[in-house]
């Protein structure tokens, strides 16, 4: 069974996040901007246990799914879309999604289903 992030209530592969929720997601762990990420609605699991994001038009950000996922508040989603040019030129490792988010961030602080 999945845990949950105490602080984000970020959850990995085996637990989720409610159908059409706003989430956060990250292909790894680590938060990486540098890798693929998203801001959209939770579409459910893949076959793999990994998490499938949508955008409002119903399309896959990833077909894979990602391992991380977090309900957001949407001035938050607003917040990280504006500044996914400035995050996303980061060097490698210095910056991580989940740790430079404060709890108020999340949407969500109960441990998902």
Known sequence: MASSDPITGAVGAGASPPLGAYVLATKYD??????????????????????LVMDAHGHLFRATG??????????IGAWLLDAARVLEQA??????????????????QAAPA
């Open 66 to 75: 990602f391992r991380r996922v977090a309900v957001i508040t949407p001035a």
């Open 30 to 51: 680590d938060g990486d901007p540098g890798d693929h990420w998203a801001v959209g609605f939770y579409a459910g699991p893949h076959a793999t246990g990994r998490h």
């Open 91 to 108: 060097p490698a490792g210095t910056v991580n999604l989940w740790q430079m988010l404060t709890p108020a961030a999340f949407a969500d």
